[in-house]
């Protein structure tokens, strides 16, 4: 290609010219849209609430750009199913039951193989939302209800391959699973049930209960321990760290390593000094049934290296440390 006079800036250009067609298709969307999408939004909710789900039916990117949609309305709350137009024809039709609702992709709205398909759905007692650049089409003009993704254009410079088209029905269909999320009240505890095993699951499920350290890997001391015990004590723990209490045995501060280097860089005589004359008073501190997320966000803003856990009482019971955050795989 180079041979051809392309350049990189002739390739950046080329880029920033795709993207840019694709934000104006997706700006006259945002225009298009009406009532028909709260409509829209209120059939899929009612659908979902009398138990039926929604099959979502596409050809060629259509279609592809059809099974992230599913994936998106399912993995928020909303049971989604991709069906294969082709497919379909010859047994898979099966997936469609009385009560769900059928979601068409279809740019043109002349998808010979979902013309072919509409009167075996037309069989169900169904109902039939389109996506299409062509409401007036023949599935426009046989569905219950269209959702308009016209677009001025296409990016590809032959205005044939379905680029801008796509991500404005990609859009379109975040769109709508975000909308239905919100009308169902669906919680971020909602999503973690849906995403168990992922880091999404793992920062919505972990508390800090989960993950803080306990026992004798949780470094406390009494404010009148020297610094020099303290120091023995956080070696024990392995810990950058150690939890002063007071005579309660509530929180009253703590000590870092760091904090010791720079004591020790004023006064060599600081290893004998209580903790009560070099801690850091009034700690930032978390308690147990925070979520582990929280933690990692005291973490980034407040840029500390440990955090203290208390409880009800402010007695320290456990200490998260920043290190072990990766190999929980909260990070």
Do not use: W
Request: glycine content about 8%.
């Amino acid at each position: 290609m180079c041979g051809l006079g392309f350049t990189h800036m002739n390739h950046l250009a080329r880029a920033r010219e795709v993207l840019d067609i694709e934000i104006e298709a997706l700006k006259s969307v945002r225009r298009q849209l009406d009532a028909r999408f709260g409509e829209a939004v209120e059939l899929i909710v009612k659908t979902l609430a009398n138990r039926g789900k929604l099959v979502v039916v596409g050809i060629g990117k259509s279609g592809n750009i059809g099974q992230k949609i599913a994936a998106t309305l399912t993995s928020t709350g909303s049971t989604s199913v991709t069906l294969n137009a082709v497919d379909a024809l010859h047994g898979d039709l099966g997936v469609i039951q009385d009560g769900d609702l059928v979601v068409l992709l279809s740019y043109s709205g002349t998808s010979d193989e979902l013309i072919t398909l509409l009167p075996a759905i037309k069989r169900f007692s169904v109902k039939i939302l389109t996506l299409t650049g062509s409401p007036r089409s023949i599935l426009g003009s046989h569905s219950d209800l269209v959702i308009n993704v016209h677009v001025p254009r296409e990016a590809c410079p032959f205005n044939l391959a379905p680029t801008a088209s796509t991500t404005a029905m990609l859009a379109v269909g975040d769109a709508l699973a975000m909308a239905v999320l919100q009308a169902r009240g669906f919680r971020p505890q909602h999503f973690a049930k849906h995403h168990p095993s992922g880091a999404i699951g793992r920062a919505l499920l972990l508390r800090v209960r989960d993950i803080m350290r306990t026992d004798a890997r949780n470094p406390v001391a009494k404010a009148d321990t020297t610094v020099r015990d303290a120091l023995m004590i956080m070696t024990r723990a392995r810990c950058g760290c150690v939890i002063v209490v007071n005579t309660q045995g509530k929180l009253a501060g703590v000590f870092t390593d760091g904090d010791f280097r720079r004591h020790m860089a004023e006064d060599e005589s600081v290893l004998k000094k209580p903790l009560s004359r070099v801690m850091t008073r009034n700690p930032i501190c978390i308690g147990t049934e925070a979520l582990a997320v929280e933690a990692l966000k005291i973490f980034n803003e407040r840029n500390i290296d440990d955090l203290v856990v208390v409880d009800a009482a402010r007695r320290p019971v456990g200490l998260v440390d920043s290190q072990d955050l990766p190999k929980l795989k909260v990070m």
